[in-house]
């Protein structure tokens, strides 16, 4: 009967304090087309709307979630993974696991040689008004475009300025040849402008909109996304 009580008040204990430190998190975006860091995700020619969801867990400093993104053509199935620590109220580090269309690579459960995962590591700073991360793929299917058997440690590099409450401006690039990025040398992949806003639908509930026009100078082209977040 101790034993019981011992269970029953840990228990509860471990509910109060969950509930007031944890917190989960749910939501998705439907985005006109799925741009990932200047790249297009369907091809250079652009791509099919994207339905992307997202859960989160997170207690105290300490977050885990998955973020996903399903193109309504089928041509992009993704999952991924990631862990984020707030070392404090402006910088953050994390660790991501990034698994890219299923059908190329179906074992999810695959680690070794010819795994379709790709693993990064990411630190950011976010402050009211200026944002900088370095990324930097450090395992998995990230191979050198010279020498597809050794990891190439794709760095991608990303500034960005919020020029007004709903706009923010941004600029990144990688450091290196890139299979990921598509590039042969260090060069620009994404520059642009995102603007937000919240269409008040009810006095109580506002549809929050955005748009993303950028452009990939190294592949010589330009993008437009237009998203909904839910």
Not at 21 to 47: H, L
């Amino acid at each position: 009967m101790k034993k019981v009580k011992f269970l029953a008040i840990a228990l509860f204990a471990l509910t109060t304090t969950t509930s007031i430190y944890a917190q989960f998190s749910t939501g998705a975006d439907i985005v006109s087309s799925y741009v990932w860091r200047g790249v297009p995700q369907e091809g250079s020619n652009g791509g099919s709307p994207n339905i992307q969801p997202y859960v989160s867990f997170t207690t105290g400093k300490f977050t885990i979630g998955s973020w996903a993104s399903g193109s309504f053509s089928g041509a992009v199935k993704e999952v991924d993974l990631y862990a984020t620590y707030a070392i404090s109220s402006a910088f953050a580090v994390t660790l991501t696991d990034y698994y890219y269309n299923f059908a190329s690579q179906p074992n999810y459960f695959k680690y070794n040689d010819g795994t379709g995962h790709v693993f990064e590591g990411t630190v950011a700073y976010t402050g009211p008004k200026f944002s900088a991360s370095v990324n930097t793929m450090f395992a998995g299917a990230d191979k050198k475009v010279s020498d597809a058997g050794k990891q190439a440690f794709s760095t991608y590099v990303e500034l960005g300025y919020q020029i007004a409450p709903v706009a923010k401006i941004f600029a990144g690039g990688v450091l290196g040849a890139s299979n990921s990025y598509i590039t042969t040398d260090a060069d620009i992949t994404n520059v642009g402008i995102k603007v937000s806003k919240a269409i008040a639908l009810t006095d109580k509930f506002s549809l929050p909109v955005y748009g993303i026009l950028g452009a990939n100078p190294s592949a010589k082209n330009a993008f437009f996304v237009a998203g909904v977040t839910l």
